[in-house]
């Protein structure tokens, strides 16, 4: 199978990935990507969730981060306060 496919914008602005390259990279409905345009270049990059021990790594190394900057609970409830009232 060739990495190379051609394919259109519909009027909605949807764009048809061609089979051979789902195929090819195991894209089912429903996955989601980052898009990247620069000039005349447009890159969709395929994003997943973390699995469970990448997402307790993240949420470990956050606390740490957020103890060593000297931040307290009550810091990030008042953040969340003002974030949602703006």
């Known amino acids: 199978m060739a990495n190379v ?3 259109k914008l519909s009027s909605k602005g949807q764009v ?3 089979e051979n390259i789902r195929k090819k990279l195991k894209l089912e409905a429903g996955v989601q990507f980052i898009v990247l345009g620069d000039k005349d270049v447009v890159i969709l990059k395929k994003i997943s969730p973390p699995s469970i021990n990448e997402f ?3 949420i470990k190394k956050a606390r740490k981060t957020a103890k060593q900057a000297g931040l307290k609970k009550s ?6 306060r003002k974030v949602r009232s703006q």
């Open 75 to 80: 810091d990030i409830e008042m953040a969340i």
């Open 5 to 7: 496919a051609t394919t």
């Open 56 to 58: 307790d790594a993240l």
């Open 16 to 18: 048809v990935i061609p």
